[in-house]
């Protein structure tokens, strides 16, 4: 599975996990949940206007088994929490990477650091 994400950081070598939240774009997903993670696309699209004036987007290739597809949710993993960071912590227990859901777009969350093969610059 390919996946782009979006910033204006120039990275050297791995979206890390631990950069989740410095962004004041990202500061409901905190409150929401501490559970680190980067936010990637599945598509080369923008979809979002605070991404618009990014410099770089990323490429990274991903093994599209070990995200979990929250639009189908085969496993009713919705309907058994609360919360998002419950929903989080029970996809990560069962070995998933990451996980895929629908806003209008596919957004992918990853947990874990990823490298990416190409860095293009948009500007």
Same mark, same amino acid.
């Given at each position: 599975?390919?996946?782009?994400?979006y910033? *204006?950081?120039?990275?050297?070598? =791995? @979206?890390?996990?631990?950069?989740? !939240?410095?962004? *004041?774009? *990202?500061?409901?997903?905190?409150?929401?949940?501490?559970?680190?993670?980067?936010?990637?696309? *599945?598509?080369?699209i @923008?979809?979002?206007c605070?991404?618009?004036?990014?410099?770089?987007?990323?490429?990274?290739?991903v093994?599209? !088994?070990? @995200?979990?597809?929250?639009?189908?949710?085969?496993?009713?993993l919705k309907?058994?929490?609360?919360?998002?960071?419950?929903?989080? =912590?029970? @996809?990560?227990?069962? !070995?998933?990477?990451g996980?895929?859901?629908?806003? !209008?777009?596919?957004?992918?969350?990853?947990?874990?650091?990823?490298?990416?093969?190409?860095?293009?610059?948009?500007?």
């Amino acid at each position: 599975m390919r996946l782009y994400h979006y910033t *204006s950081a120039e990275i050297k070598d =791995k @979206i890390k996990v631990k950069h989740y !939240g410095v962004n *004041s774009y *990202s500061d409901n997903d905190v409150k929401a949940t501490n559970i680190k993670r980067s936010f990637w696309y *599945s598509k080369p699209i @923008i979809a979002e206007c605070h991404l618009k004036d990014s410099k770089y987007y990323y490429i990274a290739n991903v093994t599209k !088994g070990s @995200i979990y597809n929250l639009k189908t949710d085969r496993l009713k993993l919705k309907s058994r929490h609360n919360t998002i960071s419950a929903l989080l =912590k029970n @996809i990560k227990r069962r !070995g998933y990477k990451g996980i895929l859901y629908y806003l !209008g777009y596919d957004i992918v969350n990853l947990f874990y650091d990823v490298e990416y093969n190409k860095r293009k610059i948009l500007c």
